[in-house]
């Protein structure tokens, strides 16, 4: 199985990387991946799969499927990129393109990387005569919109017997560790508006009331548990004349916390902040919520199998050339960088303390797994498919240690040999462990009783209300 995998991945590398780079030059915002959605699917076709688009009502999400019978497994992939992180690939000093939208977190590779584990499982399914279904699931806007919340609310994932995903970093692990739940939401403040200078007095200012929330929830930071985090982000300051009254405002909280209860609970804390700067400025709050998702749960007898698959695939050489690369992308980190990367790499399931790294720029080994009771500090909308549907992630070396998600040398890093290297690297791993789970009812049976016994304790509601629907990014409030 191993053998047939890993010759079908090296004779169709230059084919990934292809569908790599048309997705790393055609980067789009959540639920505005036209191009990527539309050519991701098509390729999906070309491979031999049925594809299904439009899928919970999201323009730019889709199935493809092949196969048939039991077990249905099924692969995410993603492929949004960030605004503001647009940057020239192979570059060792910031180069931001005209766009300024870009792979910051390198999503380009984590949807290829999927669509490879799918089409080197359909290979071996239809070169073998196995029955059993493989199912791609091109996922949009898991940057700032819970696309895959959205698809679990849709019931896309209903059939689904397992779930596979991976995405980019410094390392090569298994992904142990639960995520932040978190609730999005709009605070929109109306005044009256004035002439600043010679009727004030008149005036009811909006900025004002969105500036005294921030300072209100300033001051609530202390008072919540310390894994929750909130982060704002004021999206209407009202026009650009000072000498103007601003009638309108707004601002955009993101909330987070290990639990969906404990991240409701400081909203509603927030809610009556906001309430209170309304007050005191005497405008009127209007309150819309605009996206969430549920905390991960891992499910440790699927995290071992794609242990030993990891393990199983290993980790190829790096170049000398490589190594040079490397070295001088590391040269372009901060002090800070470079001394915290370990606890970086830790949130993607790292294991150790850093002593076989020393004197290196790349992860050259696999990460020993451990079962994390430990929280990343960080959001996935992977975390609802996980309340589901038995999941598991694993995460693989694109990138030269040090690097931050979200930042210009992510996105420089997206075509590279190393990053190729590693997306195939999850590639395979992927690939075996569904491949694993058809050929190995015991282990596709101890997958679920853990599943099923999950489930019965913890009953799943989605976050996200029936009549809030999917926010693209440039969407006017």
């Not at 000398?320 to 990367?341: G, L, P, Q, R």
Request: proline share 4%; glycine share 8%; net charge negative.
């Amino acid at each position: 199985m191993k053998e047939f995998v890993e010759k079908y991945l090296k004779e169709n590398k230059e084919y990934f990387e292809k569908v790599s780079e048309f997705i790393f030059h055609h980067p789009e915002t959540r639920f505005e991946e036209y191009e990527s959605a539309t050519f991701l699917a098509s390729e999906c076709e070309k491979q031999g799969f049925t594809v299904e688009r439009n899928v919970g009502n999201i323009e730019t999400a889709f199935v493809a499927t092949y196969g048939t019978g039991k077990p249905i497994i099924g692969f995410l992939g993603e492929y949004d990129a960030l605004s503001g992180l647009g940057q020239k690939p192979n570059t060792f000093s910031y180069q931001p393109t005209e766009k300024d939208v870009g792979h910051g977190c390198g999503h380009n590779l984590l949807g290829t990387g999927a669509f490879a584990a799918a089409c080197a499982m359909k290979a071996y399914l239809e070169a073998n005569h196995l029955k059993g279904t493989v199912k791609f699931f091109g996922c949009p806007g898991e940057e700032g919109g819970s696309g895959k919340t959205f698809m679990v609310r849709e019931g896309v994932f209903d059939d689904v017997d397992v779930a596979l995903t991976w995405h980019p970093s410094s390392t090569n692990s298994i992904m142990s560790l639960s995520s932040l739940a978190n609730y999005q939401v709009y605070f929109r403040f109306k005044g009256t508006p004035s002439h600043a200078a010679n009727s004030p007095h008149l005036g009811r200012s909006a900025l004002d009331a969105v500036e005294l929330m921030n300072i209100g929830v300033n001051y609530l930071r202390e008072h919540i548990i310390e894994e929750a985090r909130i982060h704002y982000a004021v999206t209407n300051t009202g026009g650009i004349s000072p000498n103007v009254v601003q009638s309108n405002a707004e601002v955009l909280y993101l909330i987070r916390a290990p639990k969906i209860s404990e991240v409701d609970n400081i909203y509603k804390r927030v809610c009556k902040i906001a309430e209170g700067a309304a007050l005191m400025t005497e405008t009127e709050v209007s309150i819309e919520f605009d996206k969430a998702c549920s905390n991960y749960v891992p499910n440790r007898r699927l995290e071992k199998i794609m242990y030993e698959k990891l393990v199983e695939t290993g980790v190829e050489p790096f170049t000398e050339e490589e190594k040079e690369f490397a070295e001088k992308m590391w040269n372009t980190f901060t002090e800070e960088e470079k001394s915290n990367y370990i606890e970086t790499i830790k949130g993607f399931g790292y294991v150790g303390d850093g002593k076989e790294l020393k004197g290196k720029y790349l992860f050259d080994t696999i990460s020993p797994y451990c079962e994390s009771k430990e929280i990343l500090k960080g959001s996935t909308d992977v975390g609802d498919v996980s309340w589901v549907v038995p999941t598991a992630q694993l995460s693989t070396a694109t990138s030269v240690l040090g690097t931050t998600l979200h930042s210009w040398q992510m996105t420089a890093q997206g075509l590279t040999t190393i990053a190729n290297k590693g997306m195939m690297r999850a590639a395979q791993s992927m690939a075996l462990t569904g491949l694993t789970l058809i050929q190995s009812p015991e282990d596709f049976q101890k997958v679920k009783e853990e599943f099923e016994i999950f489930k019965k304790e913890n009953p799943y509601t989605c976050p996200i209300p029936k009549d809030v629907k999917p926010s693209k990014l440039n969407l006017k409030k």
